[in-house]
């Protein structure tokens, strides 16, 4: 699909559907007000005879509509005027994009991003566009027999602006939102792929392709002896359990001066999480395929980083293997030596991702990074305390925490700042190791970044738990591609402030 800002304030321009906003009360939008001029008012008329009330995310197609440019108006419910703001745009936007690809409509003007939308500038209204359209359209890779959905029609979506710098400043805004769309696509191909698919070795080598496509990009998935070899003694714990191989994943990008220190994204990659020994109780199990998705989240976004080419340098490590139960598996009561030298010991085998985890944020360091990020489906504890709207944030560092909780508000992809700390880690005591890897039912996504925390001091680090956001459970089941958004706006911000 392409996207394409132009100038058009009066709905003039010739397209296949003009998308146009009104709201309730028969109060017309922007371009809603020319287009209705053009046929004879027949918008007001469908309001006052009460066939079309203007609700937010209502929509009412117009084919064929006399006297105007266009060969279809969808009309878009708007809602209230004063009450217009960023949720009712943006519910605008996925009622329009659903009604857009039932129609044959190859191009499309949507308008709107004319409206005044509370403090969103035209570039977050454009990229807003690009981002739902791109998700609307998304399919999911299943592997039914029965015959595919028809590819959509719909090629090319242009915004309406009222001047040739809002253009300018729109064509910005639905390039970020392209890649964001792009960077989201490529999460939830990753996480919806079932496991027997979608393995560590199947993970590393979608990172090699991502390097064979984009030159900025490095990459190498380093086996089980290179992680024997770096002393990962918690992450090859993990893994024994399987007949899998792991693959410690490592990919660099660089879109400015080497010696600019880099951000580095860590993603927990377990592909399949049976809980091991400590065996999780089988009612959705099958959506532990998804316990991956920190992986797929930090792939996605470096596909994103890299479409956009940012002025940044970013470091991608992604820690991937399964977690099985059988004879060489980890037992409850086991110790092991971590990369950093601390030693854990094992209560839980199904707290795993903290000790695949604790490995990869003790390898970013030799990248000497301005900040880390590891992104993880860590514990349900945060799915209690949060449900599935925000995902859990935190960090030893008030600023970094600060910029990703404010980049989540921008993207609608919010997180939500918990503690850490001593109290926590007190928690995680042991009598025979340096520390334990649960530490109780209280608190437990508090301790399990606190536990984190304990192999990230003096790094600026952050951690994102999005055990609750990452997925969907139900008739909607599939993969989200969250926080992809949250960690592409954070970067493109990081990126402008350069």
């Known amino acids: 699909m392409e996207f394409k800002a132009i100038v058009d304030v009066k709905a003039h321009d010739a397209t296949d559907c003009a998308i146009v906003g009104t709201y309730e009360n028969g109060d017309l939008g922007v371009a809603a007000r020319h287009i209705d001029a053009q046929t004879a008012g027949a918008i007001e008329k469908l309001h006052a005879n009460g066939d079309f009330s203007g609700k937010v995310g209502d929509t009412l197609l117009l084919p064929m509509p006399a006297g105007t440019a266009a060969s279809r108006v969808l009309l878009v419910g708007l809602g209230s005027r004063t009450g217009f703001g960023r949720k009712q745009y943006r519910k605008a936007l996925q009622s329009a994009a659903t009604a857009l690809g039932k129609t044959g409509a190859v191009d499309a003007i949507i308008y709107l991003p004319l409206e005044e939308v509370g403090d969103l500038d035209i570039l977050y209204r454009a990229r807003m566009v690009a981002e739902l359209f791109c998700v609307q359209a998304y399919k999911v890779p299943d592997l039914k027999t029965g015959t595919k959905p028809k590819t959509p029609k719909l090629k090319t979506v242009s915004v309406a602006t009222d001047n040739a710098r809002s253009s300018k400043a729109a064509a910005d805004g639905l390039a970020i939102g392209e890649a964001i769309g792009s960077g989201i696509a490529f999460a939830r191909d990753l996480g919806n792929l079932p496991p027997n698919v979608c393995t560590p070795t199947y993970l590393g080598n979608s990172a090699l392709q991502l390097a064979k496509e984009w030159p900025s990009i490095k990459a190498k998935a380093l086996d089980a002896a290179a992680i024997k070899a770096l002393k990962m003694g918690a992450f090859l714990a993990v893994t024994q359990g399987s007949d899998q191989p792991p693959r410690l994943i490592v990919c660099e990008y660089r879109g400015t001066r080497k010696n600019v220190a880099p951000i580095c994204l860590v993603g927990k990659g377990i592909t399949f999480d049976s809980g091991g020994i400590s065996l999780k109780d089988p009612p959705a199990m099958d959506e532990m395929k998804f316990d991956m998705s920190g992986a797929g989240t930090v792939l996605g976004v470096l596909r994103a980083v890299a479409e956009l080419k940012l002025p940044i340098n970013l470091v991608v490590i992604v820690a ?147 055990a609750g956001t990452a997925w969907l459970g139900g008739s909607q089941k599939g993969s989200t591609g969250r926080p992809v958004p949250l960690l592409v706006d954070f970067l493109v911000k990081r990126a402008g402030s350069k």
């Open 320 to 466: 991937a293997c399964e977690n099985m139960p059988s004879g060489g598996a980890i037992k409850p009561a086991d110790i092991v030596t971590t990369m950093s030298g601390q030693t854990v010991e094992i209560l839980n085998t199904d707290a795993e991702g903290r000790l695949v985890l604790c490995d990869a944020i003790t390898y970013s360091r030799r990248f000497k990074p301005a900040a880390v990020i590891d992104v993880a489906t860590l514990t349900g504890a945060c799915i209690i305390a949060l449900g599935n709207h925000f995902s859990g944030l935190m960090s030893n560092d008030e600023s970094l925490a600060g910029e990703l909780s404010a980049a989540g508000a921008r993207a609608d992809d919010r997180a939500w700042a918990l503690p850490i700390g001593e109290e926590y880690v007190d928690q995680l005591k042991s009598n025979f190791a340096d520390i334990a890897n649960v530490g109780g039912r209280e608190g437990g996504a508090c301790t399990a970044a606190s536990f984190l925390s304990k192999f990230a001091k003096d790094l600026s680090w952050a951690h994102l738990d999005i």
